[in-house]
């Protein structure tokens, strides 16, 4: 008993003060008006109307484009609404409790500052309207998430008399695609197999001469387009995006030291943040058969990598191998400004890559944006280091691929931003790339 109260206690407690079952925080609604929620520029995001009639109701001034972030309060709780829920319902000024007690007048709540860039997400979400992906942009070197953007989306708004219609429909618009869905990742997971390569050793130096396609065991990969690369170095065939150059690679590389290698880079792991997300998973062994492996290496397989984990990696690059506690809220305020909570970049882990690492998958991703397929990423004003990815989502489909890109900026030598965008079914319609160049062009321009 003694165990289980403590489990309780320490391990348990977080999750059950936000629980929107709690009946603690079910009375702390009737007499708290609650918090707003803010951009990191002051641009409000939720907050509570009061009617004369002391009803209360939640709105959501930019509707769609932060749904997936604030999420709602309506028929329940979800997203920052859920994860900040006691915070929002409570206030450290001593006069609300004294003018509730003896006036009877509900108590403001305090309010949460985010470390969203209005512009970046509204930028974000305007190019993804008419398509199912998502765009996850942080800053490497603090952890800061400064856009989180999952089409299609919803508006908190309208939640309940939509309610029906939102669970379902096909397109699942109440899921964030950013978080918690889990795609093949295609060649961006090229980025591990050469980490893989070059921990190798002897395989940092491996060359192959790319005729358009392999055949490993009942099957034949091609390269995209069947496109034959020639002779290819590692630095040619990741600029290239040379698939059989890769799946001969990850062969000799082997599934042991591929998984292990995606492991360490928090794949097949949950990184701590306050919004929900889903596991991404590589499974590959050296049980498996070379098919497999091949597959696995260029980002096939079965392979399911989220753009939030994604995002991780090129912020471990970015940042010379450490990683930084992703985190979307810069503080809590009560409602004369004052600050009652703030949250500090907080390193994660120091030693995700060694220097000798970072500066390697730098060079390789250097030349995916001077010479090799995100080349029309080469003009803009800061340094582009990247990786693209076509996924197949299922062989013999009509279903266009999925449309990769992963990688993040410098100016003036050092780290800008990690930016992800990911296109469901947008290869050939509607690819990733281009709206990089958008988010890019607009964030370094305005």
């Known amino acids: 008993m003694i165990i289980f109260l403590a489990k309780i206690m320490l391990i348990d407690g977080s999750r059950i003060r936000v629980n929107t079952y709690n009946p603690r925080l079910a009375k702390a609604e009737e007499h708290y008006i609650r918090g707003s929620i803010y951009d990191a520029s002051g641009n409000l995001l939720a907050y509570t109307e009061v009617e004369s009639d002391g009803t209360k109701t939640r709105v959501y001034p930019f509707g769609e484009a932060y749904a997936h972030v604030t999420g709602y309060s309506l028929r329940s709780k979800t997203c920052l609404e859920l994860a900040l829920n006691e915070k929002l319902l409570s206030s450290d000024r001593f006069t609300d409790q004294l003018e509730y007690l003896f006036g009877g007048d509900d108590i403001l709540g305090n309010n949460a500052i985010l470390t969203i860039d209005g512009g970046l997400q509204q930028k ?71 980490l893989a390569a070059f921990r190798h050793g002897d395989l940092r130096n491996y060359v192959y001469d790319c005729t358009g396609d392999v055949e490993i065991g009942h ?24 698939n059989t150059y890769f799946a001969t690679l990850g062969i000799q590389v082997g599934g042991k030291d591929l998984r292990s290698t995606a492991e360490s880079l ?23 058969n070379e098919q497999m492996i091949a597959e696995t290496a260029i980002g096939q397989g079965q392979n399911q990598i989220t753009p939030f984990s994604m ?23 009560n409602t004369d400004g004052k600050t009652v909570e703030k949250y500090l970049p907080s390193l994660y882990d120091r030693n995700v890559l060694t220097q000798e690492e970072a500066e390697y998958m730098e060079g390789l991703m250097e030349g995916v944006v001077s010479r090799g397929t995100a080349y029309m990423l080469s003009d803009l004003p800061c340094t582009v280091y990247g990786k693209t990815g076509t996924a197949q989502v299922t062989e013999g489909d009509d279903t266009e691929p999925h449309s990769w890109f992963t990688g993040y900026t410098k100016t003036n030598g050092e780290a800008d931003l990690a930016i992800t965008v990911m296109i469901e079914n947008g290869a050939e319609s509607y690819p990733a790339l281009p709206v990089v160049y958008e988010l890019l062009s607009y964030y370094y321009n305005r």
């Open 266 to 288: 928090y794949l097949n792991d949950r990184i701590d943040f306050a919004l929900p997300q889903s596991m991404s998973r590589v499974t590959v062994s050296d049980a498996d």
């Open 311 to 333: 995002n991780m990696i090129a912020s471990v690059i970015a940042n010379q191998g450490m990683l930084y506690a992703p985190y979307i809220v810069d503080r809590i305020e």
């Open 219 to 242: 099957t034949i990969l091609p390269c995209y387009n069947s496109t034959a690369h020639g002779e290819q170095d590692i630095y040619d065939a990741f600029a290239n995006s040379c």
């Open 124 to 194: 974000a979400y305007d190019l993804l309207s008419s398509v199912h992906g998502a765009v996850v942009i942080s800053e490497p070197s603090t952890g800061k998430i400064l856009a989180l953007v999952s089409t299609p989306s919803y508006d908190p708004n309208t939640v309940s008399e939509n309610w029906e219609d939102l669970t379902n429909r096909e397109d699942s618009p109440l899921y964030s695609r950013a978080m918690q869905g889990q795609y093949p990742p295609g060649s961006t997971f090229k980025i591990i197999t050469a």
